[in-house]
């Protein structure tokens, strides 16, 4: 009885993660998007002197630059929400037409991630080489993929 509702539980868990919405999927690299921002705002602040160095939080925000770097976004773009499919999306066909390229530009930024938390130890001189090669790869990919507004 129990491995009947156990087998249950699984296929509708799994029938949800079929059925996730193509909004859901834009709002979810919206927020991807938006926190990779936050936290490459908080280094760069302080590689420009605008926020004092603080070891303790150039640490955090390069750990969670890793951790989200980590993360499968580009699971997020699933077909028929390019920019021409849905109004709230600036992903443009392009990502769909060269595939592999994309996921290039995305495995870019997770090389550039690696590592960076040791990176930005030490005082303020260390984060700007740091925001220079994620930021780098930050714009490649909007270069070609993002629809600029
Ligand atoms: C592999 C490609 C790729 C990489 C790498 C990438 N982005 Fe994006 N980004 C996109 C695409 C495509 C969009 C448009 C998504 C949409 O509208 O559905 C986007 C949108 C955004 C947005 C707007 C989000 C919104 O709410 O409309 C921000 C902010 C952003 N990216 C920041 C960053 C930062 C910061 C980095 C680097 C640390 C980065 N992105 C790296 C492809 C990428």
């Known amino acids: ?3 009947i509702a156990l087998a249950a539980a699984i296929a509708v868990t ?3 993660a079929l059925a996730q919405s193509p909004e859901d999927a834009v709002e979810g690299r919206h927020g991807f998007m938006t926190m990779l921002s936050i936290e490459m705002g908080a280094l760069a602040g302080m590689a420009k002197g605008e926020v ?3 070891e303790a939080m150039a640490t955090a925000a390069a750990r969670n630059l890793m951790a989200l770097a980590s993360y499968d976004a580009p699971k997020l773009f699933v077909e028929g929400t390019s920019s ?3 109004d709230d999306s600036d992903a443009l066909p392009a990502i769909w037409q060269d595939r592999e390229d994309f996921e290039a530009q995305f495995a870019a930024l997770q090389e550039a991630a690696q590592g960076i938390d040791q990176q930005v130890t030490g005082g303020q001189e260390s984060l700007g080489p740091v925001v220079q090669k994620l930021g780098v790869t930050c714009r490649d990919c909007h270069d070609s993929y993002r629809l600029d507004r």
Do not use: I
């Open 1 to 3: 009885m129990r491995q």
């Open 14 to 16: 799994g029938a949800a």
């Open 52 to 54: 004092p160095y603080d």
């Open 84 to 86: 021409e499919d849905l």
